[in-house]
């Protein structure tokens, strides 16, 4: 089964009002869970590629596996280039074989942004690579910023309709209250922004910072047009919780299959459960 297009997933997750879980990998070891939780499932799934894995990893190795991946799977899945921080960068991850990239300018002014999203889009577009872009500002947890400051950055649906005019990029990552790593507390979405920025764009919302997210609040994000739902921090509690167990129980142990591979069950666990969360178990 080969690399799938992105926007042909979230298309129909889109109109099937459900979502496809866009899960980061690092390592062999995730992509071989997420591949492996989505045949279980026989769901779609979308594989991606953060800074920090493109530099831990190596572009050309995230690549490497998932070709490999695509010649052993069953299902469909897409590669991804989370967070984008340059043209530049899109055009490699493209060159290597990624299916859509995120072009991160939401830190730009809106003119700005427009424009880096416009130059990454004429490029993809050319060949058949599809763009997800980012407005308001999502940021991570540890960034000390109180709430009501917070909601000074979240996305504005009329900014988002200009923008979504102004580019016709093929997916909008959006900032309504979720923040990337852990939560200190309970996170509160903006399900009414969330109402009113669908209102006005017609293409598929996505979702980042989803961990630790309360399950209630995923599903109602997910009715109200969330088709994209971004996983990393849970991937990674999952992962180092049950290596932690192994070298806890057995701290002789020092066959890094024996690490790595109840690692990797628990992952495959973990995302088998945002699948069927997500509503995209079966959709394959
Ligand atoms: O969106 C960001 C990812 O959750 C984590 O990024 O792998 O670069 O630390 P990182
Ligand atoms: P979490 O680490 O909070 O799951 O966020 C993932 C994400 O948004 C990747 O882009
Ligand atoms: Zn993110």
Request: proline share 4%; with cysteine; glycine share 8%.
């Amino acid at each position: 089964m080969p690399v799938v297009s992105t926007s042909e997933l979230l298309q129909k997750a889109n109109a099937g009002g459900y979502a496809v879980g866009a899960f980061n990998c690092n390592n062999m070891e995730t992509i071989q869970a997420i591949i492996a939780a989505a045949e279980a499932e026989c769901a779609p799934v979308i594989i991606q590629a953060s800074q920090g894995a493109i530099k831990y990893a190596g572009l050309d190795y995230i690549a490497g596996l998932a070709k490999i991946a695509a010649s052993k799977s069953k299902i469909p899945f897409a590669l991804h280039l989370d967070h984008g921080t340059s043209f530049e960068q899109c055009i490699q991850c493209i060159l290597a074989g990624f299916t859509s990239v995120m072009i991160d300018g939401s830190k730009l002014p809106l003119a700005e942004n427009i424009n880096l999203t416009n130059r990454v889009l004429r490029a993809a577009k050319a060949v058949g690579i599809s763009v997800e872009a980012e407005l308001g500002k999502i940021g991570g947890t540890e960034d000390d910023i109180v709430v009501n400051e917070r909601e000074a950055f979240f996305t504005d649906p009329l900014e988002a309709k200009e923008f979504v005019q102004s580019t016709g990029v093929d997916f909008l990552a959006v900032a309504i209250g979720t923040a990337h790593g852990r939560y200190k507390g309970i996170p509160q979405l903006n399900f009414d922004l969330l109402k009113n920025i669908k209102a006005l764009i017609n293409i598929p919302i996505v979702l980042h910072g989803s961990s630790g997210v309360p399950d209630i609040a995923i599903r109602e994000a997910i009715s109200l047009g969330v088709s994209k739902v971004n996983i990393d921090t849970n991937i990674r509690e999952a992962f180092a919780e049950a290596a932690k167990k192994v070298i806890h129980n057995k701290p002789e142990e020092i066959d890094l299959r024996k690490l790595l591979g109840p690692a990797r069950d628990a992952t495959i666990d973990l995302i088998r459960e945002k699948i069927r969360l997500f509503g995209s178990s079966g959709k394959a």
